[in-house]
């Protein structure tokens, strides 16, 4: 079994950054689609979406130029699961996005797994 150590905050930002780099690189429907549990939501504004959702709601989406993590904080929820919760910055082109964002990962089956999503533009 593994457990929640000291280091979860390097392992939840590797997980936000894997994503997010997933998306620069225009596969982020396939990484979401493998990384979401089956059950799981993204809260976006107006929308809750789930992971078939998410993942076709990145066809034919041009992918985001840069991103930047600020102010992350990491919140223990038992020894398999935690909140990685932060400020981000997204470009794309000419346009800029900034967004309170947190995601919820579950550990199971030998990986972290995102059950809840949720951005909120800052």
């Known amino acids: 079994m593994t457990e929640i150590t000291d280091d979860l905050p390097a392992i939840l930002l590797r997980e936000e950054h894997a994503g997010w780099k997933a998306i620069l690189e225009g596969r982020g429907g396939e990484h979401y689609a493998r990384a979401m549990t089956r059950d799981a939501l993204m809260i976006v504004e107006g929308a809750a979406i789930g992971r078939d959702g998410i993942a076709a709601s990145f066809a034919g989406v041009d992918p985001w130029d840069s991103y930047e993590i600020h102010e992350p904080a990491i919140i223990r929820l038992g020894d398999r699961a935690g909140t990685v919760a932060y400020r981000a910055i997204a470009r794309r082109g000419k346009d800029t996005v900034e967004l309170r964002m947190s ?14 999503h949720q951005q909120t533009p800052a």
Do not use: E, P, Q, V
Not at 108 to 114: A, E, M, R, T, V
């Open 103 to 116: 995601t919820t990962y579950l550990y199971g089956g030998g990986s972290w797994h995102i059950a809840l």
